[in-house]
């Protein structure tokens, strides 16, 4: 089958078919993986060759990838706003989409000691992304699934940002402050008809983190209606939605009473957050 990196890499590469339209990276990312090496060594070191316990590491999670399982369930781990974030099965893979949620709170006028709630962590890449550039911002983090707060604390020891708080919380239930200058979320907002969640890498991440009544309304408008009570005067609402539903996120917010409401788009120029601000 193969005994070099070179010929692991291309018996890998076709093996994954209609599954990924990055063959190549993918079993790059997995080879790399599992000889515990970075990506320049496959190029120095075409030749060398894999031990038998590294080869049979490698097809098995090669055969895992085949089926679809998603890359960085594989591996274990994913990068975003350029920091690793260990990533599980409970809970949604962090996107480079919703790194335009955390370029746009950045830009926020907000005080150095700003209160930040960031709603349905997950793994708790926003959260952990804005300390980690803010450090004096007091940020808290709440997932309904202990799992996923169990990740979110791992990610925050890993990256040592010990200030942020994790609590378990199914969105605001467990929260007694009322005076957050800036409350993030990414919910889960995709219909749950929607037949992109029976494709790819979705099948393999969790329907709560994805799906949501009212064609995936059903939260981005809870969040929205409820925030109003746990915002300071003059605090922001930034929430992420699918790239077709930033109009009525719009209309909610202002018919909720939300001031400056606007959306910004992605890298890929989707629509895809919708910020207000609460009234002073
Ligand atoms: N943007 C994600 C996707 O398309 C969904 C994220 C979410 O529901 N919050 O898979």
Wanted: glycine content about 6%.
């Amino acid at each position: 089958m193969f005994n070099t990196l070179a010929e692991a890499l291309d018996w890998a590469s076709s093996q994954f078919g209609a599954v990924s339209d990055t063959a190549k990276l993918d079993a790059e990312v997995i080879l790399l993986h599992v000889i515990h090496k970075q990506r320049n060594h496959l190029y120095t070191w075409p030749d060398e060759r894999l031990t038998v316990q590294q080869a049979s590491d490698f097809k098995q999670l090669v055969a895992q990838r085949a089926l679809g399982k998603p890359i960085a369930h594989i591996v274990g781990e994913r990068e975003f706003w350029s920091l690793p974030f260990k990533v599980n099965p409970t809970t949604l893979i962090p996107r480079p989409d919703t790194e335009i949620l955390v370029e746009t709170a950045l830009n926020l006028p907000l005080a150095d000691n700003a209160k930040v709630l960031d709603l349905g962590t997950g793994t708790g890449a926003i959260a952990l992304s804005l300390a980690y550039e803010r450090p004096s911002w007091q940020v808290t983090a709440v997932d309904k699934i202990a799992e996923a707060v169990a990740l979110a604390e791992t990610n925050r020891d890993n990256l040592k940002l010990p200030q942020v708080e994790v609590l378990q919380s199914d969105w605001f239930d467990a929260i007694e402050e009322y005076d957050f200058n800036l409350i993030v979320s990414n919910p889960p907002y995709i219909d749950e008809d929607d037949e992109h969640l029976s494709q790819g890498d979705v099948r393999f991440e969790p329907q709560s983190a994805l799906t949501a009544g009212m064609q995936g309304y059903a939260d981005l408008f809870h969040i929205a209606q409820a925030a109003r009570d746990y915002l300071a005067p003059g605090g922001y609402l930034l929430l992420e939605h699918g790239f077709e539903q930033a109009l009525s996120v719009r209309q909610k917010m202002i018919e909720l009473g939300y001031e400056a409401v606007a959306t910004v788009r992605d890298f890929g120029s989707n629509d895809r957050c919708t910020l207000g601000r609460w009234p002073r």
